[in-house]
């Protein structure tokens, strides 16, 4: 009996990219919807993603001396309230605790929506001398903002990631510290997940509540929109200041320590389905992809041809590759539309003519083409092929990036260039919150950031007409 | 210049139990205190424990098929309800969320403190056929119950567990899936954790809130007082059919599929400490143990002792262990007392006559047993050490349960076993609860468990004298 399930249609990506989107994240079986607004499931296949890409990134910071702790999701009110601009920012959207069982608290807690004031309190307790810096910590766990929309991936009420905080003895250190954590994102993102990005600094307007400076990477969506990918900011000592956090220098000498945070959150599948998705479903780069390999017998009732399918499984998972059979009783083509929604980036058949012939055919999922692989090469040829196949979903996004990214000298050319399908745009930019105002209001677009590579574009800002010397890129953003 | 740090001493166990445990906690630096009473922070080495535990844990589900999910921290008050007995187990113990931002929630919502009802809710819409089952999912979270009272790891408001939660087409295969679980985490405490568990079945008083039967593994902590280390439940359709979740069978009929769910927490390092500690600290059994090699120079500042800690501390990591060198300042009797504390289960000393003769001493933490190793056998000698250092503080916990292990026939019997230092108490039980309460307000003690092993101890139970078939354990339980 075959599946009954059919090989569902979703929205042309051209036609509506927004429902194409949600349609993705539902048929691929990557969320979930629940009866509060704004909270999702991520379902096993959504969540094996983020599995691959916590792996990963969890690797990454301890091989840089990083170590996981686990603070508290509460936060009383008061203890939110130290750091004066990091209230400001947080409160208006924190879910309020304001029962404990049946008794009322003396205090209302919030849901974490960040833990900057928890690893404060905390280093206060436990840090003396010069020899207990520098501190560098990171935890995996889901925060929540009480957000008034919500999409799959891309704003949840709650949402999982890891937030790096650590504390150093200068400024200096500190400083390297968000620029080094930075780089782990960038390089994640481009070498793990096929995603080229822009390095930047966000302006004034943009960083995080408390920083003194974010740093950010920006990644053009299929849509030519942008989505901040990771963050990473620098305190300077003003959290320590706020918490009394304080050390004894090598000179004996009481001074407070300097302070990072940097974030990276589920918001990024969303980038990857947006970069890298196409009308038939989800496009996986292989690196993070769940299923790396699958492997379909052609004419399965045929003698041999499932044993020979799942012999190819074996040495693929040998090889340390995610493999997979599927022997069910679904026609070929259906299994095709299954793991092509699913974004398997690799798909190889046996049938009994390859068998014969000593091949099986492999199957990309991001160009379909199709390649005659000798078995005998299987254990060279299958891993040859992803990393070919990253290389050529990384080159896809970075022509797309390269191709719309525009330089403007005025308003004017701004506004041709949106009403073109638009992409990042890079002027200059005289540094005056109000151009950056401006500039939203005038043409719908947001400073993405002031990237570490600088070219000179032109003399002026676009909308003050005032010298201006630094180089800026705006966008339309998720 | 030496760390000014002090070796710290800690509460006596045998003067104080209590006091000791709490001690370790702090001393070993696994637990911060927070400003919220009853959170807790798990600081990085013990958080580090859990790591191993989640890794090893992880492994062993999807090695059995069960894939891992995130589903939302909140849940609706009417969600909660929809499940009679449950929401009178956990209403009671809930924390409310009833402000999102400045807006009052029309509903209130309350953080997670196990999430049946969230499952079933899921589960409720992407269940159709028999196809579709069994679902094996697990979700590794937090979760909050408001206690009135706390101690590290044994009672957090907020802990970190994970609980696996599986839908089946019928009855057998549900209960085969809770018993099999079960026998997973027996295996965890006995083979990884060091720690010898008796296997059984909770009694109606004792079960999980709305399940049908709770299998529970029990182990005896140093004190003689009982840990319930882990915990499967049978819910039977009692859920499915609260929340609406049924499946076409192969005849096409519509019914009722049945549930499980299963548990283990970080209450299990608070059972680790109290089984295997001692009054220098921590006892880390060598599989869980986040250092399980620490190599400390001796007279380091001598020509060439530096490197050669340093080589073995390489050639002990490229064997897979997790191996650390101490080169700091601090003198060789300050590094021991810390290790000590941190509970590392090896301790590998080198020196310059060490040197000479090719070899090193290796000192067991349990046992502060001294062997020389020859530098030559180290990779085959270590491993083995490991081994047989797991070994024996698996004998010792064995030996602690076997020797305070009693069989009671009457009541005054059991008052004289717990007046000479308790232990568990086997007896004949009649299965009335009256029976159950009776034992704990005239002896202080909990029914823990009606062992899968049963032995005939008597013929009558001694509360009731009336004819009893089943035999029971008893104890003080944390």
């Not at 790396?292 to 090889?319: D, F, N, S, Y």
Request: glycine share 8%.
């Amino acid at each position: 009996m075959a599946k009954e399930k059919k090989v569902e249609q979703i929205t042309d990506m051209d036609v509506d990219f927004a429902q194409w989107y949600t349609d993705v994240c539902t048929k691929a079986e990557l969320i979930g919807y629940t009866s509060v607004k704004g909270m999702f499931i991520l379902r096993p296949y959504g969540y094996a993603i983020w599995e691959n890409i916590m792996h990963e990134l969890d690797a990454r910071f301890k091989e840089k001396g990083h170590v996981n702790v686990a603070m508290p999701m509460l936060i009383p009110e008061s203890l939110l309230q130290r750091e004066k601009d990091h209230v400001e920012g947080f409160a208006p959207e924190c879910a309020w605790v304001t029962h404990g069982g049946s008794e009322k608290l003396e205090e209302r807690l919030c849901i974490r929506p960040t833990s900057e004031t928890l690893f404060c309190e905390h280093w206060a307790n436990i840090v003396h001398s010069w020899r207990d810096l520098p501190l560098l910590y990171n935890q995996w766990c889901s925060v929540l903002r009480w957000e008034k929309t919500s999409r799959p991936f891309l704003r949840h009420r709650e949402f999982h990631w890891q937030e790096g905080h650590t504390l150093h003895a200068t400024a200096e250190e500190a400083i390297a510290e968000t620029e080094q954590q930075l780089e782990v994102y960038a390089r994640l993102c481009e070498d793990f997940l096929a995603m080229p990005v822009v390095r930047g600094c966000k302006t004034d307007k943009e960083k995080f509540a408390g920083a003194e400076r974010t740093y950010t990477i920006e990644c053009m969506m299929h849509d030519r929109k942008a989505l901040q990918s990771g963050t990473s900011h620098y305190f300077g000592d003003g959290f320590a200041k706020a918490f009394g956090i304080t050390y004894s220098d090598k000179e004996n000498k009481l001074v407070h320590p300097h302070e990072t945070s940097w974030g990276l959150s589920t918001r990024i599948i969303g980038g990857l389905i947006m970069t890298h998705g196409d009308n038939n479903g989800l496009v996986l780069p292989p690196r993070v992809a769940p299923i790396q390999v699958v492997v379909l017998p052609i004419a399965q009732h045929k003698p041999g041809v499932q044993e020979a399918a799942a012999a190819l499984v074996e040495r693929l998972t040998k090889l340390g590759l995610r493999a997979k059979g599927d022997f069910s009783d679904n026609s070929p083509g259906w299994k095709f539309a299954e793991y092509e929604m699913k974004g398997v980036p690799l798909r190889l058949e046996i049938g009994p003519k390859d068998m014969e012939a000593g091949q099986c055919v492999a199957v990309s999922r991001h160009n379909r083409e199709k390649r005659v692989l000798p078995l005998e090469s299987l254990e060279t040829a299958v891993p040859a092929l992803l990393d070919e196949i990253h290389g050529a979903l990384f080159a896809r996004a970075k022509a797309n990036l390269d191709s719309h990214t525009y330089t403007a000298r005025t308003l004017d050319e701004c506004r041709e260039i949106l009403q073109n399908g638009g992409g990042f745009i890079k002027t200059m930019w005289c540094g005056d919150e109000r151009c950056e105002l401006a500039m939203k209001e005038k043409l719908g677009v947001t400073s993405r950031c002031i990237p570490f590579v600088q070219e000179k574009v032109g003399d002026v800002c676009p909308v003050c007409g005032k010298p201006a010397s630094t180089m800026i890129y705006w966008g339309v953003a998720y």
